[in-house]
């Protein structure tokens, strides 16, 4: 069931801005995500985004099951997510 990653330029920049060890937690849970379709995953109300929870961060994703890829969005902090 493995998807193709794909990557906002939004996106990778937050992940480029973490300190090491977060980024690292939040790219192996996306990876796990694209393979397994595991994860704290729920959909958001009023939109085709869905949110991954990774600790106190949130990768907030589009998943497009007939290309067979996933589009990450953002990763912010919940802090921040919904606001």
């Known amino acids: 069931m493995s998807r193709l990653i ?39 109300r009023g939109s085709d985004e869905l949110r991954l929870r990774v600790g106190d961060w949130r990768v907030f994703f589009i998943a497009n099951d007939a290309a067979r890829t996933v589009t990450i969005l953002r990763v912010v902090h919940r802090s921040e997510a919904y606001r």
Request: hydrophobic share 45%; charged share 30%.
């Open 6 to 44: 794909n990557y906002e330029d939004e996106a990778a920049k937050q992940i480029r801005a973490l300190d090491r060890t977060i980024a690292a937690c939040v790219v192996r849970a996306i990876e796990r995500l694209a393979d397994q379709g595991a994860g704290n995953i729920k959909c958001l």
